[in-house]
């Protein structure tokens, strides 16, 4: 054991300037602000997916889920090269010895408390996050649920060590950058004075200086966050889809569109869509069935709406169909009714929704029947699906069989 002891770094062993507060406080100043956006926005799109809104969700703007979810994606890739370089910048950190006195153990113990639960939630959230964006997910727990309640604990981490940390943080931003003031005092000799092992007879190792300055690892840092949110930004941002080589989804797919569930995934079948299909509507003891041609006698309407997803993604589209709105009027149901909305799926999350009075009253909320001018393929919803404005993806319920007002 003792000579385990002997081989673990202490916090000397680390002697390079670029492990200084004045580069940890400004890349965890940025780490900061992405956490935070990434965290309001994800509160926004967990909202959104409620089944009840004691505050009514908006349907306007029709884009302002696509930018939220857009963001919360970019901040939250933005987020993994500023997490690494900032652990790198602190890792010494955490061979410190502690000071001496009830208060200074506190303070040590709080401290260090607050790093292990901020740098296991930022890791298990960053890490869940990008694989949800891929629609990877190789474990058992619901995404949502557990991505949700660990996002607080990791904002709630992120409160109390700032709090414990900040007059380093204050002095370390107010402080030019290169300012060895707030550095270790073993990280103070100039880098060609810097030997490789702690001194003669031992062979533990330490960091010898580098050729790069502190300007320069900041400026590194800021480069591969930008280039992490410019190769998949384009998810979300039109212009930046032919560059953004790691964005999975470009905006492309059948009748111009990606298709993140395929009928296929959802084990719906051309047999189940067929000149059999009926649409009910319920209201009460009130209940209409309609064939797609039935559908497509109604009135027609047509909307310009994007589709967003969870993932990040999001493209813009033309929907015709018919005003839910309408068809509630069928069952004699208040235009401003809560609707479950079933599927025909068999397999897959979300094969009952529910949409909101604030989106069945808006005009713009279709049962949607054509996409970009086309007959919906079976694959984006065939016959019939839910497109509502600033409305996550996974809500726009494809395949739909009814439509039940809620009391």
């Not at 808006?362 to 600033?390: K, M, Y």
Request: net charge neutral; proline share 6%.
């Amino acid at each position: 054991m003792s000579r385990l002891a002997e081989r673990l770094p202490r916090e000397d062993s680390f002697r390079s300037e670029l492990r200084s507060p004045t580069v940890a406080a400004r890349v965890g100043l940025w780490l900061g602000v992405c956490f935070t956006v990434c965290f309001l926005t994800g509160l926004v799109s967990h909202y959104a997916q409620n089944v009840d809104h004691p505050v009514p969700f908006p349907a306007s703007p029709s884009w302002g889920y696509r930018v939220t979810q857009g963001l919360h994606v970019i901040t939250g890739t933005a987020a993994v090269p500023l997490l690494l370089v900032k652990l790198w910048t602190v890792f010494p950190r955490l061979f410190a010895r502690p000071g001496r006195g009830v208060r200074a153990l506190a303070v040590t113990a709080l401290e260090r408390a607050s790093i292990l639960a901020l740098v296991g939630s930022a890791v298990f959230l960053l890490v869940t996050g990008l694989m949800n964006s891929a629609q990877w997910y190789p474990w058992a727990f619901s995404f949502r649920s557990t991505h949700y309640a660990v996002a607080w604990v990791a904002i709630g981490s992120l409160v109390v060590h700032v709090a414990v940390k900040l007059p380093v943080i204050r002095a370390a931003l107010g402080a030019d950058v290169d300012d060895t003031t707030l550095d270790r005092p073993h990280t103070d000799m100039p880098r060609t004075d810097r030997p490789g092992t702690d001194g003669p007879g031992t062979d533990r190792p330490t960091e010898r200086g580098g050729g790069l300055s502190r300007r320069g690892l900041l400026r590194t840092t800021w480069a591969a966050a930008g280039l992490a949110v410019l190769a998949t930004a384009g998810s979300t941002v039109p212009l930046l889809r032919t560059v953004s080589v790691l964005a999975v989804r470009t905006g492309d797919g059948p009748q111009g569109l990606p298709v993140n569930r395929s009928a296929a995934a959802a084990q719906v079948t051309t047999d189940d869509v067929g000149d059999s299909y009926r649409l009910t509507v319920a209201h009460g003891s009130r209940t209409v069935e309609l064939g797609r041609e039935d559908l497509l006698a109604m009135t027609q309407h047509t909307v310009d709406l994007p589709i967003a997803c969870v993932e990040g993604w999001s493209a813009d589209a033309t929907w015709t169909g018919v005003r839910v709105a309408d068809l509630l009027a069928l069952v004699e149901a208040p235009a401003d009714s809560d609707l479950r909305v079933t599927s025909l799926q068999r397999a897959g999350a979300f094969g009952t929704t529910a949409l909101q009075a604030s989106f069945v009253e808006d005009d713009r909320t279709l049962l949607a029947l054509q996409v970009n001018g086309e007959t919906l393929s079976l694959d984006h919803g065939f016959p019939c699906r839910i497109i509502a404005p600033n409305r996550p993806g996974v809500l726009q319920t494809k395949w739909v069989t009814s439509l039940e007002v809620l009391a």
